[in-house]
């Protein structure tokens, strides 16, 4: 059962370095999907274009963990809103997928036991994976007008989730956004394996655009992998290394995400 939010009467107020960001949550369509791949019942939180209504055609999708109202989905909405109106961006819908169990779903297994206490249970991203690929695009697709284009965007964890999807799963996205990836997760295993992967990659055109912050425990590791993308990144993967040393952790998605969402959401040639 879809439920319609109103834009006008609700408000989200989320934390930002510098005290309290204020922002409106855009009127959405909120679904539920019970779900065999996780094994649990998922809310799903979907933006549609301002034109999706008054015509016939379809649209790209664009993905994201960190989906719920109280997360990161109306700040990303409201920016593609104005990225569409100012017609930086073509038309795309959005579609938010809210956390359960944050940590178990965007990280893949780990043979470190310091990562492993982060929370009761990790390693679950194979399984997310296979539910937004089996259960959640399906339904997306059945029930609104979609192109076959479609893209996935995420921060930190959300962010690893981005970057392993694109090295593991590379013909499940077409573009992929990642702000800060969490590249430290499992010794480093996706930095460390990175150019067996790339030269392994798929033979299908990909894009993918990602940052890094000043964060000390981060940059060193998301500069790497820029260095790795240098080497032995194929001439099908167009990719863009945004490196933000003045951003900090918690700065950088706000800070880095319209032209993130430029670069990325339009077709390069």
Not at 77 to 85: F, K, R
Not at 172 to 188: G, H, M, R, T
Not at 237 to 257: Q, V
Request: net charge negative; hydrophobic share 35%.
């Amino acid at each position: 059962m879809i439920k319609v939010l109103s834009f006008l009467n609700i408000l989200l107020i989320l934390s930002s370095c510098k005290g309290q960001t204020v922002d409106t949550i855009p009127e959405h369509e909120t679904f539920k999907i019970d779900s065999k791949e996780v094994g649990e019942l998922r809310t799903i939180n979907v933006w549609l274009p301002e034109d999706y209504k008054t015509s016939d055609l379809p649209y790209p999708v664009l993905y994201m963990p960190d989906g719920g109202v109280q997360e990161d989905f109306p700040h990303i909405a409201n920016t593609l809103s104005e990225l569409i109106q100012a017609k930086k961006v073509p038309p795309f819908i959005l579609v938010g997928i809210e956390n359960t169990q944050r940590r178990k779903d965007l990280t893949p297994p780990t043979q470190v036991e310091k990562d492993k206490e982060i929370a009761p249970v990790v390693g679950g991203s194979h399984e997310f994976r296979n539910f937004i690929e089996n259960e959640l695009m399906p339904y997306i697709n059945s029930n609104y007008r979609t192109t076959d284009e479609k893209g996935i965007i995420g921060e930190s964890l959300a962010g690893l989730f981005v970057t392993e999807t694109l090295m593991v799963q590379p013909e499940l996205f077409d573009f992929y956004i990642a702000f800060d990836p969490s590249l430290w997760w499992n010794d480093k295993y996706l930095l460390k394996n990175s150019g067996k992967i790339l030269t392994e990659f798929t033979s299908e055109p990909k894009r993918f655009w990602f940052a890094g912050s000043g964060a000390k425990d981060i940059s060193k590791s998301i500069n790497n992998l820029a260095k790795e993308f240098e080497k032995n990144a194929p001439k099908n993967l167009i990719w863009n290394f945004s490196d933000e040393p003045k951003e900090k952790h918690n700065t950088i998605f706000r800070a880095t995400k319209e032209k993130a969402m430029v670069w990325a959401l339009n077709k390069l040639n």
